[in-house]
Each structure stands twice: as structure tokens, then as C-alpha cells.
């Protein structure tokens, strides 16, 4: 189902693949023997039908990541841009003739990205992209809708950890792009309208880069900084201490057993912490009304039991209250904004 430019809602009957065997052309086949011969037919495929394409990136995703970052020089790093491709989708083939083929927005993005591309035509395809998000980021794309393509989803760095000592990156990604809307302005895509979403995205990725490589230059001048994270750790949310000090202060925190506030997480930001900390140690939790709209989101949050204070942004059903206070029976302070 897509939105029809007057407001009105149009129906696509998007069948299975097995259905739509005879039928449906993909770019990508259903069968191949890694991700860069599927990339190397959905490039050839790109470049007969619309005459030009982006560099696609010839590997998998996290291939593209690990590349994207790997540069010593902050100035040649540069975030991962995912096209993700539905043939059966109305505004698919517009979006790939006018605005992602031109010339314009290839130079672009060969100067400023990594662009790696992947089609979900085929149901068999679908189920590959799931696979590989939850190895890159241990969420499922429940939130994205397949059939709202062409969308553009914006890939940077979380954050930098030492493993075995190495440093290994882990990585957080943005929704740029769903049918032909942007999500963070709600403007309809053109070259103009996207050019200005690509460049915010690649400056905030620029920003984080330097603060990943400030963080990391404080931990390495200051040995003795452990000694003193649980007190600072009293005035900071968790998120902020991890964007501040990397995954590194989590098994410390565990050590001592220290009580932790987390502010409006994703999934990818939950489930990495609790691989490293106990569900007990958070106590309070400042979260965006978009995680009490649904039931299912509400009893994800029963995975905190010791939470003390909950702060609920952009409050607006007083009426609902006992539903958004009930995952946390020890609740003793509830702040509305």
C-alpha cells in the first residue's frame, strides 16, 4: 500500500515469489553464490535500464562498513548509504530514472558515501537483508515497511570498541528515504530535497567521527579514568556514557553493580547493552511516547524490573497512565512532559 499524491491510499497486490515466478523481474536473482555476484547482476541491471549508476559497493554490508570507517584520515571516512529495491513498488522506477541515476547525485555520492544496494523483489531476497540485519545490528526490520521502496537508510558508527586489542566498530543506521518521502524533513524526494538529506547525514557522521576519535584519545591519555566512571557515571544517561567512553565501560559497570538511566533507546541500543549488563542495573528510563503507543513495545520494557523513575516526552493521554506505568511495579516517580 502506498499513498497517492491527492492523500488517497492505492493498493498493491504484492504476491510471493513462488506466485509471481513468471511474472516478476528482479534485479537480483533468487539464487547466487554471495553478495557480490547478487550486487554485480543488480548493477548490471541498474545500468541497462536507466544508462547510469552509483559506485555500488561489491561486497556485503558489513564489508561496506568496515570500509567505509577503516581510513586513518577522519576526512576519508565516510557513512554507508543502503538503496534498498522492490520492482513491484510504483515509485521505484521513477525514483531510480530521475533523481538516483543522475549525474548529479552520482558524483555526489562517490565523493561523500559507500553505497551498497539490495532488492527485495523476491521473497527468497527479503529473507537474506533480515538475516543480515540482525548480524550487523541484532534488530529484525519489523519497523520497515519492504513495500514502501524505494527507501534509503543512512548507516554510521556507534561507537569503537577494543576487542583482543583491536578496535571493532558496531554501528547504528537512520531511515532516510521511504517511498518517495523523506522521514526526517516529510518532503517529497526530488534531487534537491535529497541532496540536502544526504549532506545533514553525512555531517552528522562527520561530527561523530571526531567525537569517536576525541573519546578515544582521552581514554588512551588518561589510564586512570575507570577509577573515576561509576561517580561520573551518576550524572550522565547511559547513552551518553557510552558515546562518551565506548562499549569498554559496560563490563565495569556490571563489575559494580552500578544503576544506570538509559533515554529513549532502539532496539539495536538495547539489546547491544544487555549482552554486557544486567536488565536490574536500569533504574530509570526517559523514553519517547512512540515506545507506549503499542502493546508490544509496552512488554518489551518488562525486561527492566528495577525501574524506579520513568520521564515520558511528548505526553499526551493522561487517560492512559496505568497502561504506560504497569511494566514497572516498583515505580516511584513518574514525570510527564
Not at 241 to 254: D, G, K, Q, V
Amino acid at each position: 500500500m502506498s499513498d497517492d499524491d491527492d492523500g488517497s491510499e492505492v493498493e498493491i497486490d504484492i504476491k510471493s515469489d513462488d506466485e509471481n515466478n513468471d511474472v516478476l523481474i528482479s534485479p537480483m536473482p533468487k539464487e547466487y553464490e554471495n553478495e557480490t555476484v547478487a550486487i554485480e547482476s543488480f548493477n548490471k541491471y541498474f545500468g541497462e535500464h536507466y544508462n547510469d549508476s552509483p559506485a555500488f559497493f561489491m561486497g556485503s554490508l558489513q564489508q561496506a562498513c568496515d570500509d567505509a570507517f577503516s581510513s586513518k584520515l577522519m576526512i576519508e571516512r565516510r557513512p554507508v548509504l543502503v538503496y534498498i529495491h522492490n520492482e513491484v513498488c510504483l515509485n521505484s522506477e521513477p525514483f531510480c530514472k530521475t533523481i538516483f541515476s543522475s549525474t548529479n547525485i552520482i558524483e555526489y555520492l562517490l565523493q561523500n558515501y559507500f553505497v551498497w544496494p539490495w532488492d527485495v523483489t523476491f521473497e527468497s531476497n527479503r529473507s537474506r537483508l533480515e538475516k543480515v540485519w540482525i548480524q550487523m545490528f541484532s534488530t529484525e526490520l519489523d519497523s520497515f515497511n519492504l513495500h514502501r521502496c524505494p527507501m534509503l537508510i543512512g548507516i554510521k558508527r556507534l561507537f569503537v570498541e577494543h576487542d583482543n586489542g583491536s578496535l571493532v566498530s558496531q554501528y547504528q543506521f537512520k531511515i532516510l528515504l521511504q517511498d518517495d518521502i523523506l522521514q526526517q524533513t516529510g518532503q517529497k524526494v526530488d534531487r534537491g530535497t535529497l541532496r540536502n538529506e544526504l549532506t545533514v547525514f553525512k555531517q552528522e557522521c562527520d561530527d561523530n567521527e571526531r567525537a569517536l576519535f576525541q573519546i578515544l584519545e582521552f581514554i588512551n591519555k588518561n589510564k586512570d579514568w575507570e577509577k573515576l566512571f561509576p561517580e561520573i557515571c551518576n550524572y550522565l544517561t547511559l547513552n551518553d556514557a557510552i558515546e562518551a567512553f565506548s562499549t569498554n565501560i559496560l563490563p565495569l559497570l556490571r563489575q559494580n553493580c552500578t544503576k544506570v538511566m538509559i533515554c529513549d533507546p532502539s532496539e539495536t541500543f538495547i539489546n547491544m547493552i544487555l549482552r554486557k549488563i544486567k536488565p536490574e542495573q536500569v533504574t530509570s528510563l526517559c523514553l519517547n511516547m512512540s515506545w507506549l503507543l503499542t502493546q508490544l513495545k509496552l512488554d518489551s520494557l518488562h525486561i527492566f524490573p528495577n525501574v524506579t523513575s520513568l520521564t515520558v516526552m511528548n505526553f499526551q493521554q493522561i487517560d492512559a497512565i496505568d497502561n504506560y506505568t504497569a511494566p514497572f511495579p516498583k515505580l516511584k516517580c513518574l514525570s510527564l512532559w
